[in-house]
């Protein structure tokens, strides 16, 4: 079980003034400083604003952009909207498989790496595409994927 003390949550609504209209833009930095918002600062905002938790659970799951489980420090978004499905990002999955060992809608036990399918990432003409933490590649091959996961495994590496 984690420990976590929640000065970070504190700031976050203070900034926020602990007014619950602004609930969207806490969850937003709660879940960039996380990478998910976790069961329990859903409890400690509910408190905090006298948000019933279900209620903040609606709007987070309502919303894609956010996420209850932990997403990896790299979050890859493979698009499989109708342009990139023909031009093969089923093959951009497989190549994320083989390379780093997930499927969408999972994490590296280590954190580094997460992966999700969206419906579009709105990059059509740079079929089949993908973004990893906003920074959008097209024209992708299996390779290519590899190519630049390989390249940023080596970048944390470095940093260590």
């Not at 932990?70 to 951009?92: Q, V």
């Amino acid at each position: 079980m984690i420990t976590r003390t929640y000065s970070k949550v504190e700031e976050i609504l203070k900034k926020y003034e602990y007014k619950k209209e602004m609930l969207i833009k806490i969850l937003l930095e709660v879940q960039k400083e996380y990478r998910h918002i976790p069961r329990d600062v859903v409890n400690y905002i509910g408190t905090a604003l006298g948000i019933p938790p279900a209620k903040i659970y609606g709007v987070a799951t309502f919303y894609a952009q956010f996420s209850l489980k932990p997403k990896g420090e790299y979050t890859i978004l493979i698009c499989d909207g109708t342009a990139c499905h023909m031009e093969g990002s089923m093959s951009l999955v497989k190549a994320i498989e083989e390379e780093i060992g997930i499927k969408p809608g999972e994490v590296t036990p280590d954190l580094k790496f997460s992966l999700d399918k969206v419906g579009c990432l709105g990059a059509c003409a740079l079929a089949p595409a993908m973004v990893i933490n906003d920074e959008v590649y097209g024209k992708l091959t299996g390779e290519k994927v590899k190519e630049i996961l390989r390249k940023l495994k080596e970048r944390k590496e470095e940093e260590q």
